[in-house]
């Protein structure tokens, strides 16, 4: 950034990790703040306004702009279909595995090596659901053995926990306290689990995506945009638990 109102912009303190572009639109007689999928914004500016009436108005617009940006937190893109045949790749914590169909068994998923062993039903199909309560039990079990030291960091009580479907979004802080996590999360890699369970623990003190919400979301998580950035470009590669039959 090197022109005088990019200057501007950077004193208004956004975080210095966004990346803040600065389009002149002849055309516009208004500011305009647009935030892309891949989480740059952009200012776009009307020909021929003085850098001075501009800062102000940007000023105002910072916790918009926060807003926007902490929005990409929602789960977004086209996701996978799977065929559940041997060598059809799953993610776990972020590491590959490919899938392998087992004889019926009482404990139908687990992982071996680089294979998910997933065990067919006695009538010999394999089971996309028994996939999803798999993923449901691990996270579980992630979950309690982290949130108390985020909760710590994040300076609120441990609260209630739950994993389930949560239709397009990673998390939620519920009505009643209780911080729930998409099944789906536990196929990323730890960091992004870790920034997905950061973002709810800090709505238990701080309701909404304001500027100071982020500046309590980067003390858990310090290269927030970073790990946003990259929550965003792998989260549509995430499987939500659709399924078709081999041919
Ligand atoms: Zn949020």
Known sequence: MSSPLEQAILDIGLPPEWHVAVEVRPRRSTLGIEVHPDGSVL??????????????????????????????????????????VDGEHFSYLGRTYRLRLTEPAEQPVRLHGDWLELAVEPNGRPRGTALVAWYTAQGEAWIRDSVASFARGAGVPTPQTRVSDLGARWGVRERDGRIAVHWATFQLAQPLIELILAHELTHLRVGKHSSLFRQELRKLVPELSARERWLADVGSEVWLGATRQAA
């Open 43 to 84: 200012i776009a500016v009307p020909e021929g306004v003085d850098t001075h009436e501009i800062v102000p108005i940007l000023r105002g617009q910072a916790d918009r702009i926060a807003r926007a940006v902490a929005g990409r937190i929602a789960i977004g893109g086209v996701h996978p279909v799977k065929e559940l």
